[in-house]
């Protein structure tokens, strides 16, 4: 073996394993604490391993770091806020800690031991850890994708937002909201990556095939400011790692024209146990991370996709609805585009948020509406990341009383609360009487408004816009 | 089939040597510029810039016969090379035919169309004009009010480096194609390049369906040429024999060589140059005008009147209007509560005309009316 594998292996070794292994004791506690008879796509993301993180990487932004009612969030001793964002070359922190770490590590190691080592079955090994790391992360995004729950619907408030009010990230999104095949299909590559990385014949090309995509993803999100930078990125040196071997073979093969075989020594198996073990794996491997998580995905997209509200909002009055007859303090304030009170475009969701437009400046809600959050209140698919004077509220109603308490989504004004009497005149038209987010009386009546969306229509026929 | 021979060299047996005749037939029509609307269409089309226009048409030549379906031409096509196939082996100067050479010089036919078709592309991205910022007036219209294919351009259009990334992988595998030796790599990575463009065109409607399914044909023909080795070396794991066949070139083959090489060099240099221009000084789906100095902008209408008459703020009066957008170019957009008939088209033609530079209205609603005044 050349010089150079002999500092490169042991070298990798320290860097993947950093990378890979989870080093928080609650990593392996969760293995045990899990409630195995109620298992959810939650734990599947945390049986999913943990990657290496000293140092938490945070923003100043109000509501930025929110994690969306998540119960264990672990405390870091050191949090750097970069000025040039959480999404900025800072926020490889970690990795730059790993592969020093691994780099000494791998130094000390052939101090150490100055024999010439064989290191061939090491490389394999290496390999198919790295292979397998690269399984199980992907299985949560591939079948949210193929039980399309990564990116629900649009709620109607998305659809009534101007495309200029949505920062880049939620619009990097929700162009896959209204065309869940086209997501079905994302999904599908990637389980073709997952299944051609867990077999040893195909995992040159689920190598080559996740940097061509998962890599392209991690430079979409970093062009969007989308947030999963760093799981997307691990795929572009992940693969470039598995790949690395087979590409020399490759290149005499075709560009130079020369008869190649593989030089790769793979690990025998050769003794009963090892047989065993290593079917006993793999199997546990494709039941756990393939079988069990596409169930569980399929019973989430179908009983409570973990992006979208849960709780039924008032009965058959999902709609976009123009205001009139707007008062506040009983005095009638007229339709004006440009009023810092005045409600516009009220739409009502098929769950329980009630959203408006008023004239005036507001924080955005700063994380992403990513996560799998519990509550209604933190499910902020439809509202993070949007701008445009567009204002989201979460309610529960009292159908006794016929009230409806609403609380704000935006984490930067979650202390807003508002309490609407409501009345329905008929189908369409809603009056609803209360205070507004400042403790003002207001009150005003909703007409909903028939409304066709061209995002759903196809190019081939006469498209008629409508407001 | 034994084009998919994965321990020995292509022997050309009789099967193989009808399905190379036809492969041979099929792609040379679909190629080499027969379609006498090309022509046309070429002649009506202003030269642009640098000639820019012309020479992205004739880089992207697709056959349309009869009808102005493409699918049904490839069966029309179809049916030509299978005829041919058949006649082929009836004459006799063909009897003797080196299908090696037939082989290599199909590849090249597909090399050559597939590169300009990938650089072309390749150059409208890099100079962000395929997809271009979305205008004031469209970043003012909600998102349902947009044909999905306008979504897409859009989300693609607000983040300027991802496509130039894109358009750098299609201009980085176009050149691949040029050479021989990595023609598999291009074509590899344009085959899943095109076939998620085709992907993407039936999700959203986008209108280049056919055309990006033909690259990807293209794409995956070029790459099974080395496919098998490929399959024996990475999969099978075997001993796998490289390609034996080294071309001898005739006098004849040498000149055509000779001369193509150069002439695809300066078309690719002459195609990028263009395009450059093309973005720096006036991008091609927006007029070229100036608009009103100083004007760009989103403009509330404070006061309305109609007909002498003073009308108040309302979103549904169908003759009020609600707001203004002033472009940087020669653009007004108003937006009224009457409703519209959608533009379905892509507004994606090449013209000098700045009345019908139509993408920004293309595919959008939300009562948007587009004057365009043209200065004198």
Request: proline share 5%; hydrophobic share 45%; with cysteine.
């Amino acid at each position: 073996m050349e010089p150079v594998a002999e500092i490169y292996i042991p070298g990798m070794l320290c860097v993947f394993l950093i990378m890979i292994i989870p080093t928080d004791a609650k990593y392996y506690q969760k293995w045990v604490t899990t409630d195995w008879k109620h298992l959810h796509i939650r734990d599947m993301g945390s049986l999913s391993g943990s990657s290496f993180k000293i140092i938490e990487v945070a923003t100043k932004r109000p509501g930025g770091n929110d994690t969306g009612g998540a119960p264990e969030k672990k405390q870091y001793d050191y949090v750097i806020y970069p000025e040039t964002g959480e999404y900025g070359a800072w926020s490889y922190i970690n990795w730059f800690i790993a592969w020093v770490l691994g780099v000494a590590g791998a130094l000390i190691w052939t101090l150490l031991d100055r024999k010439s080592k064989n290191y061939n079955l090491l490389y394999y090994f290496l390999e198919v850890l790295v292979s397998y790391a690269m399984i199980v992360r992907l299985q949560g995004l591939t079948f949210s994708k193929i039980f399309p729950s990564q990116m629900p619907d649009l709620a109607l408030t998305q659809l009534n937002t101007p495309f200029g009010d949505f920062v880049a990230q939620k619009l990097y999104w929700i162009q896959f909201s209204f065309v869940h095949n086209f997501e079905r299909y994302a999904g599908y590559a990637e389980l073709v990556i997952m299944f051609a990385l867990l077999f040893r014949p195909t995992r040159a090309i689920g190598a080559a095939l996740s940097i061509a995509m998962i890599g392209v993803i991690a430079l979409a999100n970093h062009t969007y400011d989308g947030g999963i930078h760093l799981l997307a990125s691990f795929y572009i040196i992940g693969g470039a790692f598995v790949l690395w071997r087979y590409l020399p073979p490759i290149w005499n093969l075709i560009v130079h024209e020369k008869s190649t075989t593989l030089k790769i020594v793979y690990y025998p198996f050769s003794r009963p146990w090892e047989k065993w073990f290593r079917v006993a794996f793999k199997s546990f491997i494709f039941l756990f991370f393939f079988v069990i998580s596409a169930y569980l995905h399929w019973d989430n997209y179908h009983n409570d996709s973990y992006k979208v509200p849960q709780n039924p909002g008032l009965a058959n009055a999902r709609g976009l609805y123009t205001v009139t007859d707007f008062k506040v303090n009983d005095t009638v304030v007229p339709y004006s585009p440009v009023d810092s009170l005045r409600w516009q475009d009220v739409t009502l969701e098929k769950w329980s948020t009630l959203s408006f437009t008023v004239f005036n400046t507001f924080d955005i809600h700063g994380e992403a509406g990513r996560g799998k959050q519990y509550k209604d209140i933190d499910r902020t698919y439809e509202s993070a990341g949007t701008g445009g004077g567009r204002r989201h509220f979460y309610y529960e109603i009292d159908s006794v009383n016929k009230i409806i308490m609403l609380k704000n989504k935006n984490k930067v004004y979650e202390s807003q609360v508002l309490q609407l009497h409501y009345q329905r005149l008929d189908a369409n038209e809603i009056l609803l009487k209360g205070n507004n987010e400042y403790g003002q009386p207001i009150s005003m009546l909703l007409t909903r408004r028939p409304k066709q969306y061209l995002v759903y229509q196809g190019r081939n026929q006469q498209n008629i816009w409508t407001p | 089939m034994s084009f998919l021979n994965l321990s020995s060299p292509l022997q050309w047996s009789n099967i193989n040597k009808w399905v190379l005749r036809f492969l041979f037939l099929f792609f040379l029509i679909q190629v080499v510029p027969l379609d006498y609307k090309f022509y046309q269409d070429i002649l009506q089309t202003p030269a642009g810039d640098k000639g820019f226009y012309i020479l992205f048409k004739l880089a992207n030549y697709t056959p349309v016969f009869g009808t102005a379906n493409s699918y049904w031409s490839w069966l029309i096509i179809a049916g030509i090379a299978l005829a041919g196939a058949f006649l082929f082996e009836k004459i006799s100067r063909f009897k003797g035919l080196d299908y090696d050479k037939l082989y290599y010089w199909l590849r090249i036919l597909l090399r050559y169309r597939l590169a300009l078709a990938a650089i072309s592309y390749g150059f409208i991205k890099l100079f962000p004009l395929q997809m271009p910022y979305p205008s004031l007036g469209n970043l003012h219209t909600a998102y349902g009010d947009f044909l999905p294919w306008k979504i897409y351009f859009h989300t693609t259009a607000i983040a300027p480096p991802f496509e130039v990334f894109l358009g750098g992988v299609e201009l980085l595998s176009g050149f691949l194609l040029l050479f021989r030796k990595t023609t598999t790599f291009g074509a590899g990575v344009l085959a899943g390049y095109y076939g998620n463009v085709f992907a993407s065109n039936i999700a959203y409607s986008m209108g280049h369906e056919a055309y990006s399914l033909q690259l990807t044909i293209f794409a995956i023909v070029l790459f099974m040429y080395d496919a098998p080795r490929l399959y024996n070396l990475l999969v099978a794991g075997k001993y796998t024999i490289a390609n034996t066949y080294r071309p001898v070139f005739t006098s004849k083959e040498k000149w055509v060589k000779k001369i193509g090489r150069p002439l695809i060099a300066i078309f690719i240099v002459w195609l990028g140059v263009a395009a450059y221009h093309n973005y720096t000084t006036a991008p091609y789906k927006y007029p070229a005008a100036k608009g009103l100095a100083g004007a760009y902008g989103f403009y509330n209408v404070r006061v309305f009147k109609w007909n002498n008459q003073e009308i108040p703020y309302s979103s549904t009066d169908l003759n009020r209007w609600q707001n203004v957008v002033f472009e940087k170019w020669a653009t007004l957009s108003i937006k009224t509560a009457k409703p519209i008939i959608i533009d379905d088209g892509l507004g994606d033609q090449f013209t000098n005309n700045d009345h019908e530079r139509n993408f920004e209205s293309a595919g959008v609603g939300e009562g948007d009316i587009f004057l365009t005044p043209r200065i004198p």
